[in-house]
């Protein structure tokens, strides 16, 4: 009799087992996709800016409505780094991903439309 209780013991662990794989297995699919959709809308938005010439006048004004408190009004840093040269240490690939996605705490992350990082963009390569 105890063949057949462990073989029944055996038999419902499997199921478990089994049961628990799948719904991992279903949970990394819906992960992997979510970082898939999010990725190519990132790169979509990257995209999109980098294809625009932004304007260093209105880049300069998100900059002093947005920035300031963080870089200093010439942008030579207080609690955030010194943003001359900035162009040069990143791309503007990086630079888009860190102010659109506040990479390094203490920086928040910026909605922002791919006009006003254009404009922005274009005021950080003012500063070189």
């Not at 990132?42 to 999109?48: A, D, L, S, V």
């Amino acid at each position: 009799m105890s063949t057949s209780s462990s073989s029944a013991a055996e038999r419902d662990f499997k199921k478990e087992f089994f049961k628990m794989f799948f719904i991992v297995f279903v949970l990394l699919i819906l992960c992997f996709s979510i970082f898939f959709i999010n990725y190519n809308e990132n790169n979509k938005y990257i995209i999109k800016t980098l294809e625009l010439n932004g304007s260093t006048e209105k880049g300069d004004a998100l900059f002093k409505i947005n920035c300031v408190g963080c870089h200093g009004i010439t942008a030579r840093g207080l609690v955030g780094p010194d943003l001359h040269s900035v162009t040069q240490r990143l791309s503007d690939k990086e630079i888009i991903k860190q102010v659109t996605g506040g990479l390094t705490p203490p920086m928040p992350s910026f909605e922002i439309d791919p006009v006003n990082m254009s404009n922005l963009l274009k005021y950080l390569h003012s500063l070189e």
